[in-house]
Nanobody, 122 residues
């Protein structure tokens, strides 16, 4: 089971660190990604990290967000800085896999956490 935490209300320009923790070795042995869902129906990929530590970011967050992992704690983090109102969303972590440098999300219900809400005020 994946559990996200760390969301909250922050002013524009501020920072937050999200955590995605899991029981067992789910996070430490797999690729993991952060997604977010704003007011619309689409869930947007934000950042991903392979089991080896390779990372990818959406253009909209490059230079502002950093994804990292602590395998000893079976946790993946998303450090978010220079936050903007358009970053407001519910953030979800997903356990999936990397194939040829591209992240493929897990599609089972247990591949997703319940989400943590981030609200950035202007």
């Amino acid at each position: 089971q994946l559990v996200e935490s760390g969301g909250g209300l922050v002013q524009a320009g501020g920072s937050l660190r999200l955590s995605c923790a899991a029981s067992g070795g789910t996070v430490s042995s797999n690729a993991v990604a952060w997604y977010r869902q704003g007011p619309g129906p689409q869930r947007e990929s934000v950042a991903s990290i392979s089991s080896a530590g390779d990372t990818n970011y959406a253009d909209s967050v490059k230079g502002r967000f950093t994804i990292s992992r602590d395998n000893a704690k079976n946790t993946v983090y998303l450090q978010m800085g220079s936050l903007k109102p358009e970053d407001t969303a519910v953030y979800y972590c997903n356990v999936g896999r990397y194939v040829d440098g591209e992240y493929y999300p897990g599609i089972n219900s247990d591949a997703w956490g319940q989400g943590t809400r981030v609200t950035v005020s202007s």
